[in-house]
């Protein structure tokens, strides 16, 4: 192939930003004046937004509650064993993040920037909570440099993980009778301790359940295909309220005397079967999209149907529904708010019931809800990312 | 290994296809197919689109299921048994004309897949015998790519070398050059008539009849649903006895 001799650069003048500027911006007439109308719009709304935020709002009720805003009605004696569990994740971060690489590093670094950040805080804290979030970037460090050595492996990491779960459950259950690790009541844990293991276990469980639901309603089992239909149109036909209310109210009186589900565990149930069945539909789409000659392909070079659907098809069709499964993980985040149906204090309800703490407060209601509003927008946009990140490194749309 | 292919005496029977019928709902695509493939036999299908030829191959290794008649392969009966039919599939491999690599794996990991999954091979075992059929098929520097970033022509190499990587004893190929264009085809048919004068067992469906002349043992025609006429390819181009043979020769040779 023959190359020819005179090679023409790539003009410089159409390049760089403040070409782009002087064309998108101030390029013709309208664009100009597009460009004033926006910038003046753009000030205004700014202005009237910072003035708001740090001279007329009162965050008395956010400032004077932000333990109750975390952790809920946590006995405050106990807080150590949730202090203990962020410094698990925090370890556990810093390993992924060694090991990973790419985005979890990211987070890594982020989660150890906010961590720092919140230690110097001017605002009143005792020493020893100062202290505490100062002792989280050392151990994302501790983590980081942990990955270097010979454990530095994926398995171990994800072992990590599952051992800090398995962790996390009991440091915050406890024993009844046990002095140093008393028993506490589920029905106390709140706030946005609350919110995240929700979201979390629902995350985390329906995913696995949503996919083999879709597998199951593809399959040619005639009893298998139709459960899993049933299952997937009766849940995804009634709103959350709806099947949390069961959950908390009708459950109980098919039971056994005596015979009682934890409300967090209802809970948790409940939004994981309602986030699966919508799961499975999503998965469907993709599997759907996976062209017939990749079956062909795996079944003529040998693979059985197993092989096929786990190496090859689901690979491709998770790939493509990534979108629509992390829009799916951002809304169940939200939908904990409603656990407040089984009579669970989750970061909204705990907003709720701090404005009613003091008759001032009461008019504060702005001031709570765009926190809390600002609380779950920061770890969406969190999830949003990492979605955009995960399809830029599987290379969706490029392959 | 090289032979003449005009005098070649072939002895085992590799593949036996008796009176195979298939419908597709109440359309009779195969009517009463009959055809024994030898060991070494290079085996070029020809005829009109429509006419069921690539149905047919594709019953032999169960991509489509026939509704009567026998199919065996290499001894294996080819029934509804899910057993029988990836022991056939094990043995068979085959090269499609839209290629069907996976788009989401490397070309080394594309080749070296089944053999570790359905044959339970080590990894390094795997990657050697890749990296010598991707070196056989002319492409070995192409290893870490993925196949959205080669041409046409390189990725039907690889998906030889992927049907190849699990030591197949016959090889189907699908109308393989149908989706190139020239520059590639010629890339593509050099590897086919390597692997043929290698010894390998070969199906071709193609409307490549040059390559049919160089390399084939026997010309099969088809036409609707059943075979017209088979023979060598000298006798079969010089010959044709059949007048819809004359037909379609006539118009596939002057175009």
Known sequence: MSTTSATVARPVALQGPIRWLKKNLVGTWYNALLTVLGGAFTFFVLRGVLRWVFLVADWAPVANSLKLFAVGQYPPDQLWRVGAIVFMVSFCFGLSGCVWGGTVRTFALTLALVFGTSALLPISMGLSLRLWFLANPVLVFIGYQVGRTRIGKSGWVVLGWLLSLVLTIVLLTGFKGVSWLPGVETGSWGGLLLTFLLALVGIVASFPIGVLLALGRQSSLPVLKAFCVLFIEIVRGVPLVTILFMASIILPLFLPEGFRIDRVLRAMMGMTLFAAAYMAENVRGGLQAISLGQVEAAKAVGLNRFHTMALIVLPQALRLVIPAIVGQFIALFMDTTLAVIVGLLELLAVGRAVLEINVEWKLLNMEVYIFIAAVFWVFNYAMSYASRRLETTLGVGQR | ?255
């Open chain 2, 1 to 255: 290994m090289t032979e003449d292919n005009a005098t070649h005496s072939f002895t085992e029977d590799m593949i036996i296809c008796r009176d195979v019928h298939k419908w597709f709902d109440d359309f009779h695509v195969l009517r009463g197919v009959s055809l024994t493939v030898k060991r070494q036999e290079v085996i070029v299908i020809c005829g009109p689109s429509g006419s069921g030829k690539s149905t047919f191959i594709r019953t032999i290794n169960r991509l489509e299921e026939h509704q009567q008649g026998d199919i065996i392969v290499d001894g294996i009966e080819l029934t509804h048994d899910i057993r029988n039919i990836e022991a056939i599939r094990r043995e068979v491999g085959m090269v499609f004309q839209q290629f069907n690599l996976f788009p989401h794996l490397p070309v080394l990991q594309n080749v070296t897949l089944a053999p570790i999954w359905a044959r339970k091979w080590p990894k390094a075992q795997a990657e050697e015998t890749a990296m010598q059929l991707l070196e056989r098929v002319g492409i070995p520097e192409q290893a870490h790519k993925y196949p959205a970033q080669l041409s046409g022509g390189q990725q039907q190499r690889v998906a030889i070398a992927r049907a190849l990587a699990m030591q197949p004893k016959i090889m189907l190929f699908d109308e393989p050059t149908s989706a190139l264009d020239p520059e590639m085809i010629k890339e593509v048919l050099d590897v086919m008539r390597e692997l043929a004068h290698s010894g390998m067992t070969m199906i071709v469906v193609t409307h490549e009849m040059g390559f049919a002349k160089e390399v084939a043992n026997r010309i099969v025609f088809f036409e609707t649903g059943n075979i017209v006429e088979q023979n060598r390819p000298e006798e079969f181009f010089a010959h044709p006895r059949e007048e819809r043979t004359k037909e379609f020769l006539s118009q596939i040779l002057t175009h």
